[in-house]
């Protein structure tokens, strides 16, 4: 067997994208001991790093060594109890998900649920929390299912009003699009590495209120084989010992009580992504991804294909193509990955097979991924059967980089932008 | 903040140990999507790779993304249902541990115990299985804590013939010492990259009988979002969603049913390090752990230190020496780290404070990494206040080094071996 070797790819699918070769290069970073002084500085700094990334003060900002779902998952097996209630708006495959990890932590869950392509009115979700009185609302914030990309910034003075904990999932957003988990009232949110933050898959971010920490405090305990007098032994542990999030702050922080052994290699890629993203800055990462979103979207339309949803909540980092009738949907997705080295995504449930999604993510937000995509678009459709008018993608993104380039050059010059 | 830059280190703790260069080259590798040919065709092929490391022929064999505690509480949560019988042999921290995680799995857990530095005899375990007549036997292969090597060779055949499910944890042995999953009627393993097979923690390879999966199949439950009809619902599905090993090797096998997104760096560095392993040998890899073992045990003791536990039951890769009562024994270890550059452990609970614990693990089983270590040890304790014989450690090293080499060079020569 030969070692691993993969063909050249670019990942213009709804995650995982191209690693940033910064991040890729961290990886091989050599081991250190989990306890070396060198080693829980750098925890301690990759804590700091995520706190500026989630726009957060929270002193239990932490990764959790596992994929972004391990990340959903030890939020809210840590913050409900079995018979806690939980609220779940669900508007796609990821709000399912969170109510069948809920359910599976034995809580009582209540969903609200809406069309794919659609997000929640603000005030739905307040009426349901008035009606349900849960515990927790636990909301994705963009599913990549649907595209679309949850408003949350009024959710937590809603909550708070009604003495609600507010836990969301930002894994397919965070980068993308602006996330404020202070001002916004979010007591626990949680992600991952391989959408616009430019990693790998493997390592989930996460950060938690006090009050949030304050319901694990009620459940702290300390394992035995590492317990000492005067530990914490709850009756009623948290039932996974893995995502225990009182455990697994335990080990970040002061006390370093011994939990699994770090995946050294993934807090490194970690790390590294948010580096480079908070030298870029928070708000010009956004920006270039609503740049890149909006030249793929007016590309698809100058292609003559339709978008999916309500385009005035889609998130700005994938957008979702409603399959023309004359082709064969993944008969195209082959022929983009097997003549042209770029992998588009098709989705799940009711939109299997009636949509491709299309990222435009982390190290790929850029303007040349974008021109390359729409081209290779455009062959594969006329090959595949549609007529569509020659050029039509690439102009109408290069129109949208021409276009934001100019208001940008005004700005510069202190002109004001029009 | 400046770009993860470690300080040199030689890890020759209980491990993670220095990661063979080549899995670090491995880690950079770029990502592909996964549902790529390419990718799921890795994954075949790392599925078969750890067949052979395990030897066994197990079509459930995957792997799980998180770290060796990962795979534990996978296996455990998804083997046994609440109220399900577990017998658990402690001899260590690690016992300790399995205990805890059935017991938040819901499970009824019975646990007989040895004095550290000591293993089962054979028949103590089998008396406890017709006492307790438990559902699952769980028990730790090699347990770091105290170094010890439990015999699990006679086991499988205990529980069969009890009717006894029988899983182990071999995150500290594998690939160390002999293990034969097949031969030894294993229907459950778990273990991590971080020790033997020279990887980084945050990948946990495991492996399932057919016995195993079937009784996973009494709980299979296809999530809410990507169901379809005719798939399983069950009214009591493992509970943890993320650990459910019903779904992850769905998301393995060839239905490819989504789950989570597959941690692409680590699937690299997993297939490289069991590529390493097997290129070299089962065989040959156990022999060359067995050698360094033998050195650095010799060494130590011809540094006048006495070794802790049952040596005839140590496992090849690890040894624990009693801390002598005239150095400060973190003193010595501060010294041994930032005056030569490398690491070795302490250890937990009653042996705290009490031993060290020196590994020759993976790629750092070595007669130059030996050498380097004792020569270190030797310099660390007299400058620490106590007097040791001169080269006492590295002459023993060596002489056991030269003693197997003469042997070998006779086998080789077609003469027989003393």
Not at 134 to 158: C, F, W, Y
Not at 265 to 281: F, K, V
Not at 288 to 316: I, N, P, Q, Y
């Amino acid at each position: 067997m030969h070692p691993v070797n993969p063909p050249a790819r670019l990942l213009m699918g709804p995650g995982p994208i191209d690693a940033d070769p910064r991040v890729l290069r961290a990886l091989a970073t050599p081991l250190v001991g989990q306890y070396d002084p060198w080693m829980t500085e750098t925890m301690n700094q990759t804590q700091e790093l995520y706190r500026r990334v989630f726009g957060t003060r929270n002193e239990a900002t932490v990764l959790v060594d596992g994929t972004s779902r391990a990340g959903i998952e030890a939020a809210l097996v840590s913050l409900l109890a079995p018979g806690d209630s939980v609220l779940v708006p669900v508007f796609g495959r990821f709000g399912h998900l969170l109510a069948e990890i809920a359910g599976r932590a034995g809580a009582t869950v209540h969903t609200i649920e809406t069309e794919w392509g659609q997000v929640f009115p603000t005030s739905v979700i307040e009426d349901a929390i008035v009606r349900v009185r849960p515990k927790l609302l636990a909301v994705v914030q963009g599913d990549t299912s649907t595209t679309m990309n949850q408003p949350l910034d009024e959710l937590g003075a809603i909550c708070e009003r009604h003495g609600v904990l507010f836990y969301t999932d930002v894994t397919a957003s965070v980068g993308g699009n602006p996330l404020e988990v202070d001002a916004w009232g979010i007591d626990a949110v949680s992600a991952g590495l391989q959408k616009c933050l430019g990693g790998p898959s493997g390592s989930a971010p996460l950060s938690l209120s006090p009050r949030a920490v304050a319901v694990l405090d009620t459940r702290r305990s300390v394992e035995a084989g590492i317990r000492e007098p005067g530990d914490d032994v709850s009756e009623h542990p948290i039932q996974s010992n893995y995502l225990d999030l009182a455990m697994i702050i335990d080990y970040w922080g002061p006390r370093r009580l011994n939990h699994h052994t770090e995946a050294a290699s993934m807090l490194y890629a970690a790390n590294e992504c948010a580096r480079i993203l908070l030298e870029e800055g928070r708000d010009a990462v956004v920006e270039r991804h609503a740049l890149a979103g909006r030249a793929m979207l007016e590309g698809v339309r100058g292609l003559g294909l339709t978008v999916f949803g309500d385009v005035s909540h889609k998130m700005h980092n994938v957008v979702a193509v409603e399959i023309p009738d004359e082709v064969h949907g993944d008969a195209v997705r082959s022929a983009m990955l097997e003549d042209h080295g770029i992998e588009i995504g098709t989705s799940f449930g009711p939109l299997h097979g009636r949509v491709w999604r299309i990222g435009t993510m982390g190290y790929n937000a850029r303007k040349d991924t974008v021109v390359t995509t729409l081209s290779a678009l455009e062959q594969s459709l006329r090959r595949g059967g549609k007529s569509v008018p020659q050029g039509g993608g690439v102009d109408a993104a290069l129109d949208v980089y021409a276009g934001l380039s100019a208001e940008l050059d005004a700005q510069l010059d202190g002109a004001v932008p029009a």
